[in-house]
């Protein structure tokens, strides 16, 4: 059961108290982040891992919901090689969610950012961490730890749920 | 640190018992999926769960690793909606991987079948479950208690990792 509290106890923090993430903290992340499923074992994922405080400025000025990265003591950029696979969007964002749960784990706290389909932003990312042409950006993560606290939740929805087949609700 | 664990401990599980799985597992596993993070909190996603040997048996003859859905004590069809976020792939695999983790923390097992984008699949699955148009199945999650074993691990790779900005290796 421990597995659906931590699931639901990872929220989207986006204040952190400054505090800096240890190197082994951010080699448990990746760990996890690795650990994702991939179809035909293709891992078409990069992961840059951004402290430097000017890189994280830049990288906060990508778009409106990206400010946080500025913040954030680690900011995670999950890149992914479509030339790899058809599911690297797939195989990337199953890896997101382990870094963020991970980071629950730990008594961090991160948020998702996205960054692809938007071609401005990947290429803002792309020209600040030198991506190189055939990789795109699928998201950043910044992590910390929390400066904000938010109650487990779950979003279920009746609704949302179909028997057998999909019936008109 | 569990979490980590249970991250590690998640593998593709494609042989199963027969063992039922019970309408409280299925509920928790939808709970997980549900709890998902999601752009602008849109949750673009829909579950379509199928018990139904038929439906299962159905599902199986999608394509060439599809056919453990006969096998398994319940199929997940995740489903998503373009129209709702353009980060519906992104937000669907997040759920998906919650699925899967859900699972191995309920010692159950399960594996990411892939539909979408392979228009032909994503056609089989439409049909068979009814699903609208506007709508597209992104995966299928056969789960059910395992029948085989499999060590937990990470798939680490020093060289999938940069720092800063992206070195060449």
Known sequence: MEIIQHIEARRSIRAYTGQP?????????LEAAMSAPSAHDTRPWAFVVVCDPEQRRRLAETHRWSAMAAKASVVFAVVGNPAMSEHWVEDCSAATENIL????????GGVWVGIYPVEAREETVR????IPQGWRPLCLVPVG????EKPPRTRYEEEKVHHEIWHKK
């Open 101 to 108: 749960l991970a980071a629950t784990g730990l008594g961090l």
């Open 127 to 130: 020209r600040t961490l030198k």
């Open 145 to 148: 730890y929390p400066a904000e």
């Open 21 to 29: 993430v240890t190197e082994e903290q951010v080699r448990l992340l």
